[in-house]
């Protein structure tokens, strides 16, 4: 058949052949390559294809009518499950494979143009654990981030969710991120759920009545005795400018208050290390002195000359996130600690001026663990 019969490709019309090799999934491919079929993508791995059908069969057990690759021609795109009878339809894709924003974005930006939703599931073997509660991010997972809630009322009510599927134990890993330690690390909880133990609404919306795991203070320390013990030969252009600054207030730029450095759930857009930005506020905002003024808007106007500038960075897969919310969960911090009042108008009172003392490292770090405890 592969020699006697020509078939063509449903999208674009050109000719495509059968692959049939070993080592992925067979599948057709175009004769000539020439990049300009829409709905041209990555061939299927065998994980990819194991997985994209234990998923349809674990719908059709939950009584849920999908369909594998269906093709929307408006859009021209075959998402590997899409489920039409819900509102609004749903897409699910199972992605193995390493692709590009911009084809993942476009991929999510298509199928929003329908009304659809789309979920995003990635294999397992993407999931990256480090150390007990510490997971390195790529960077396609960091553009599907889903924030959901958490049951405790305190400014740690917010966490974000990844979802990743392993065919060969037929289960679920939802990972519960709670904080950026880096711009690749994060720390959180992996939650493992076989397929026959939860529903597709269970699957869209889990519930999780975990806290922050207390192990998680532990990576954080380790992260702040790393930044603590940089050395200039080896800083970067904003350490260096924020160094100069320091230097000129005759302050030791590596003994900065343990209320810089501090975990913010809501930094995730932002890729600057979070020591850097926070020194930023406090050298610029609340070095004015005890009884000053200053309001989240100017904070915002100098964080957007400082983008201008390049000394900061955000996350090119996040930057629809708000900056906003960084900042304004940082300050809730100072206040939560006493340095600053919140006023109506997003105004803020400074009550206490920033006090930097020289100390040694052991000294230095058994505040920064006194400062976790009393925050979180």
């Given at each position: 058949m592969k020699s006697l019969e020509r078939f063509y490709c449903q999208s674009c019309g050109e000719e495509v052949v059968m692959k049939l090799g070993q080592s992925v999934a067979w599948h057709f491919a175009h004769k000539k390559t020439r990049g300009g079929c829409p709905n041209h993508h990555e061939p299927e791995t065998v994980i990819h294809q194991s997985g994209k059908h234990q998923l349809y069969h674990w719908l059709s057990m939950n009584g849920v009518e999908a369909d594998v690759e269906f093709y929307l021609p408006e859009i021209q795109r075959r998402p590997d499950i899409y489920i039409k009878g819900r509102q609004p339809p749903l897409a699910v894709e199972f992605q193995c494979a390493t692709?590009?924003?911009?084809?993942?974005k476009a991929r999510s930006d298509d199928l929003a143009s329908q009304g659809i939703h789309v979920s995003w599931i990635f294999g397992g073997q993407r999931l990256k654990k480090?150390?007990?509660?510490?997971?390195?991010?790529?960077?396609?997972?960091?553009?599907?981030?889903?924030?959901?809630?958490?049951?405790?009322?305190?400014?740690?009510s917010r966490s974000y969710l990844l979802r990743y599927f392993t065919p060969s134990m037929n289960g679920f890993s939802f990972l519960q991120l709670f904080f950026p330690l880096t711009s690749t690390q994060w720390l959180g909880v992996e939650h493992f759920l076989p397929t026959a133990s939860l529903n597709l609404q269970e699957f869209l919306t889990p519930s999780f009545k975990s806290s922050v795991p207390l192990s998680w203070k532990k990576?954080?320390?380790?992260?702040?005795?790393h930044w603590r013990m940089k050395a200039?030969?080896?800083?970067?252009?904003?350490?260096?400018?924020?160094?100069?600054?320091?230097?000129?207030?005759?302050?030791?730029?590596?003994?900065?208050?343990?209320?810089?450095?501090?975990?913010?759930?809501?930094?995730?857009?932002?890729?600057?290390?979070?020591?850097?930005?926070?020194?930023?506020?406090?050298?610029?905002?609340?070095?004015?002195g005890k009884d000053?003024?200053?309001?989240?808007?100017?904070?915002e106007r100098g964080f957007q000359k400082m983008l201008k500038q390049r000394y900061f960075h955000l996350h090119p897969m996040l930057v629809s996130q708000s900056v906003q919310s960084a900042l304004r969960e940082y300050l809730?911090?100072?206040?939560?600690?006493g340095m600053i009042t919140l006023?109506?108008?997003?105004?803020?009172?400074?009550?206490?001026?920033?006090?930097?003392e020289n100390a040694d490292l052991q000294a230095l770090l058994l505040r920064d663990r006194s400062m976790l405890d009393q925050l979180f």
């Open positions: 692709i590009g924003y911009e084809q993942l480090l150390a007990p509660n510490l997971f390195k991010l790529p960077a396609m997972e960091l553009a599907v981030l889903q924030e959901v809630s958490m049951q405790e009322r305190t400014h740690r990576h954080w320390i380790r992260q702040k005795k200039l030969p080896k800083f970067s252009p904003l350490e260096r400018h924020l160094f100069i600054i320091c230097s000129k207030q005759m302050l030791n730029f590596n003994c900065f208050p343990s209320y810089i450095g501090l975990p913010v759930v809501s930094s995730a857009s932002i890729s600057t290390p979070s020591y850097l930005w926070q020194m930023w506020v406090i050298i610029h905002f609340l070095s004015r000053a003024y200053f309001t989240l808007g100017e904070i809730f911090l100072l206040s939560r600690i006023l109506p108008g997003s105004r803020y009172r400074i009550e206490h001026s920033p006090e930097w």
